[in-house]
Structures are given as structure tokens and as C-alpha cells.
């Protein structure tokens, strides 16, 4: 177990709906303003996704990216930035013929993928090395293409965050490890109870842990119901914690979360009760290995 864990918030995302908690941050300044409040509960890192302001659906706008990074530097300049390149991904089977697009459909080139990265430059960015189904429809990221999106964040200066939904994509990972695709430091997402990918238990952290390099940082993403239990099953299996209104919307069983920051809140009393402390802004930069 680690001496100081480090905390992310995962702010909104990019499948939580307002249906599902109404209190979803969707404006640059609700997801700015979340950001920094789960801040001061204790995390070191937001992770960013942003949405269109008027319907409240995911969005891929440099502009709401500018925005909200501006909004969190203007208040808080020693929070770690961690902007997702997830969305893009996804491609919607054509009910006619299989070969095309359906509705829904957002694939879309790596360049465009990583744009806001290149522009911003954030501290972290986050690399999906899954080609999986999700839901009925598949997300798809190839070996070339994630090549090229890790390329791309690393010219930015940023450090890749890779995504990890089964053991498959550890193996991509290593084979881009290998080749120089990726490089140091080397840090990683186990993504966890997503249908289709590694299932939420103690035994799957263990087996993920084994598959990436022992000198990797490696945080536990529990999904639904299993978001708490597995910031303790991280912390247990020396890894770091996230939660967030991405993750989970519930703080307890039948309960809505109040906020990100309460999320946070939970998570930081979790992590100290198993032992380690929080790591401040300043000693996550290094342990990362951030510049």
C-alpha cells in the first residue's frame, strides 16, 4: 500500500445524463466550478470531459475545452489538468447495411480526437486503448489510431493516461511500450464494471496489476455501484483512487450524490482510513513524473 494517493475527480463525462442526476455539471462554469470545489475536498487531478451547454449532450468544442481550462486557471493553477480524448470512438452499426454509420455514430479521425490537446496543452491526457462493444453499439480504437492519438499528446507536452477495460488493451500497451509509441513515466486506468470488460473485484485488480509494468501508476476506476469499493481496492493493491459524477451518480445506496466534491469528500475519508494521506497537487506532479 502507498504512503500518499492521489485523487482524481472525473467530473462529468460523456455518458452520465441529466435523467439519470439532474445536478450533472454541463456549462463551462458548472464543470469549472466543480472541478475546483472537489479540489478542495482533496483532489489533485480533474479529468475533463465537456458538454454542449444548451442540450446537455457530449461535446467534442475546442472553445467549451478553452473555456473551462481558463475558468479552473484563473482560481486554482496548481490542479493537475487530465482532459479525456475519449470521445470519437464510437460507431453506430447501420440497421441496413453494417458497413455504415448509424445515428449515434461519432468515430472520427485522431487529429480531430486530440485537437483540444494540442491547442491546450494540459497536464494529462487520456489515451482508450479499447476496441470493445458498448452497449449495443462498439467503441473502436486501433492500434494505428492510438498510436497516433499517443503521438499527438506527447508532442503537447502532455503525459498519456491510458485506459484499460480488459486485459487485452495491457497488451497494447506494452506493445506500444515497446516500440516507443509510449514512453515515461508510465501511467495507467483500470477501468472497471463496464459490461464486456474487466469485471469489479479484488481478484481483477490483482490480475490487471500483473499484466503492466511494476514501475506503472496505476489507479482502480470502479463504475456504478462498484465506484467505492474499488478506490479501497486500489488504494489496498497500491494504486491510486477516482470518483466522480462520470463514474457513479449515487453516494450511496439509493442516494444522489450532492456533488463531485462530495464524492471526493468520501473517497479522501476512505483512502485515510486504510492509512496513506493525500497527495497535494505538488507531490502528484512527482510521483507522475509530471514536468
Same mark, same amino acid.
Given at each position: 500500500?502507498?504512503? %500518499? *494517493?492521489?485523487?482524481? $475527480?472525473?467530473?462529468?463525462?460523456?455518458?452520465?445524463?441529466?435523467?439519470?442526476?439532474?445536478?450533472?455539471? *454541463?456549462?463551462?462554469?458548472?464543470?469549472?466550478?466543480?472541478?475546483?470545489?472537489?479540489?478542495?475536498?482533496?483532489?489533485?487531478?480533474?479529468?475533463?470531459?465537456?458538454?454542449?451547454?444548451?442540450?446537455?449532450?457530449? =461535446?467534442?468544442?475546442? %472553445?467549451?475545452?478553452?473555456?473551462?481550462?481558463?475558468?479552473?486557471?484563473?482560481? +486554482?493553477?496548481?490542479?493537475?489538468?487530465?482532459?479525456?480524448?475519449?470521445?470519437?470512438?464510437?460507431?453506430?452499426?447501420?440497421?441496413?447495411?453494417?458497413?455504415?454509420?448509424?445515428?449515434?455514430?461519432?468515430?472520427?479521425?485522431?487529429?480531430?480526437?486530440?485537437?483540444?490537446?494540442? /491547442?491546450?496543452?494540459?497536464?494529462?491526457?487520456?489515451?482508450?486503448? #479499447?476496441?470493445? #462493444?458498448?452497449?449495443?453499439?462498439?467503441?473502436?480504437?486501433?492500434?494505428? +489510431?492510438?498510436?497516433?492519438?499517443?503521438?499527438?499528446?506527447?508532442? /503537447?507536452?502532455?503525459?498519456?493516461?491510458?485506459?484499460?477495460?480488459?486485459?487485452?488493451? $495491457?497488451?497494447?500497451?506494452?506493445?506500444?511500450?515497446?516500440?516507443?509509441?509510449?514512453?515515461?513515466? *508510465?501511467? $495507467?486506468?483500470?477501468?472497471?464494471?463496464?459490461?464486456?470488460?474487466?469485471?469489479?473485484?479484488?481478484?481483477?485488480?490483482?490480475?490487471?496489476?500483473?499484466?503492466?509494468?511494476?514501475?506503472?501508476?496505476?489507479?482502480?476506476?470502479?463504475?456504478?455501484?462498484?465506484?467505492?469499493?474499488? *478506490?479501497?481496492?486500489?488504494?489496498?493493491?497500491?494504486?491510486?483512487?477516482?470518483?466522480?459524477?462520470?463514474?457513479?451518480?449515487?453516494?450511496?445506496?439509493?442516494?444522489?450524490?450532492? =456533488? #463531485?466534491?462530495?464524492?471526493? /469528500?468520501? /473517497?479522501?475519508?476512505?483512502? %485515510?482510513?486504510?492509512?496513506?494521506?493525500?497527495?497535494?497537487?505538488?507531490?502528484?506532479?512527482?510521483?507522475?513524473?509530471?514536468?
Amino acid at each position: 500500500m502507498r504512503d %500518499e *494517493v492521489i485523487l482524481t $475527480c472525473a467530473v462529468t463525462g460523456n455518458l452520465t445524463t441529466l435523467e439519470q442526476h439532474p445536478g450533472l455539471p *454541463v456549462t463551462p462554469e458548472e464543470i469549472a466550478d466543480a472541478a475546483l470545489a472537489a479540489a478542495e475536498e482533496g483532489a489533485s487531478i480533474a479529468h475533463l470531459h465537456v458538454r454542449d451547454p444548451a442540450t446537455g449532450k457530449p =461535446s467534442m468544442e475546442l %472553445e467549451y475545452y478553452r473555456d473551462v481550462v481558463e475558468r479552473i486557471r484563473a482560481k +486554482n493553477k496548481d490542479l493537475i489538468i487530465n482532459l479525456t480524448t475519449g470521445p470519437g470512438g464510437r460507431f453506430v452499426v447501420g440497421e441496413e447495411d453494417p458497413k455504415l454509420a448509424g445515428p449515434g455514430t461519432t468515430l472520427t479521425t485522431p487529429a480531430i480526437r486530440t485537437a483540444h490537446i494540442t /491547442a491546450l496543452r494540459p497536464d494529462i491526457a487520456t489515451l482508450d486503448l #479499447n476496441t470493445m #462493444n458498448s452497449g449495443a453499439q462498439v467503441v473502436i480504437n486501433t492500434p494505428k +489510431n492510438a498510436r497516433l492519438m499517443a503521438k499527438a499528446i506527447r508532442e /503537447a507536452g502532455a503525459v498519456p493516461e491510458i485506459e484499460l477495460f480488459d486485459s487485452g488493451d $495491457c497488451g497494447l500497451m506494452r506493445d506500444m511500450l515497446a516500440d516507443g509509441s509510449l514512453g515515461t513515466p *508510465v501511467l $495507467c486506468s483500470f477501468v472497471l464494471g463496464v459490461k464486456y470488460g474487466f469485471p469489479p473485484s479484488p481478484e481483477t485488480v490483482l490480475y490487471a496489476r500483473g499484466l503492466i509494468p511494476e514501475e506503472a501508476q496505476f489507479t482502480v476506476i470502479g463504475t456504478g455501484r462498484s465506484s467505492f469499493p474499488m *478506490v479501497a481496492q486500489s488504494v489496498l493493491a497500491g494504486g491510486h483512487a477516482r470518483v466522480g459524477l462520470e463514474d457513479a451518480v449515487m453516494i450511496e445506496r439509493g442516494v444522489l450524490a450532492p =456533488s #463531485n466534491a462530495a464524492m471526493v /469528500a468520501k /473517497a479522501r475519508r476512505i483512502v %485515510e482510513h486504510l492509512g496513506p494521506k493525500i497527495a497535494s497537487p505538488a507531490r502528484a506532479r512527482a510521483i507522475i513524473g509530471l514536468s
